[in-house]
């Protein structure tokens, strides 16, 4: 499916394990929240970190095969 509309305001960032398409922001969670991101196509850990200051990930694109 072609992307559609414009992209979200943030870095993108394509996951490392099936290339579909993330923007990225930052923002400040609680430290009970989880600390690593898994891509909605294909389930692997994307990024991980130990902060409050997260990254967001947000699905824009999915990969063609996927």
Request: net charge negative; aromatic share 8%.
């Amino acid at each position: 499916m072609p992307l559609t509309g414009p992209i979200p305001e943030g870095r993108t960032f394509f996951c490392p394990h099936c290339g579909a398409l993330y923007s990225v922001t930052q923002s400040r969670l609680p430290e009970s929240d989880s600390n690593i991101a898994k891509c909605v196509v294909c389930l692997k850990i994307m990024d991980t970190w130990d902060s409050t200051d997260a990254p967001i990930f947000k699905l824009i694109h999915r990969p063609e095969d996927a």
